[in-house]
């Protein structure tokens, strides 16, 4: 299925994990988005675990990557 005007598509999820990791670190990260798994013993492996179960929280993540990373505002 192929979906041109998002901006998302064939972007892996720690791709973006990562991504925001290298721009804001865990600590910033955890203020932005106030979630266990960014303020306590953070690690792309717990988050990624907790992010892909848990669709508010990577809407969130997937939210801050466009606007903060890419500069898309919606």
Known sequence: MSQPNNPL???KLKDILEAL???YGWEELGVRIN???FN???SIKSSLKFLRRTPWARAKVEE???NGVLN???
């Open 40 to 42: 306590f013993d953070p």
């Open 64 to 66: 801050l990557y466009l």
């Open 72 to 74: 898309i505002r919606n």
């Open 35 to 37: 979630i266990r798994c």
């Open 21 to 23: 990791v290298d721009k």
């Open 9 to 11: 598509h064939g972007v």
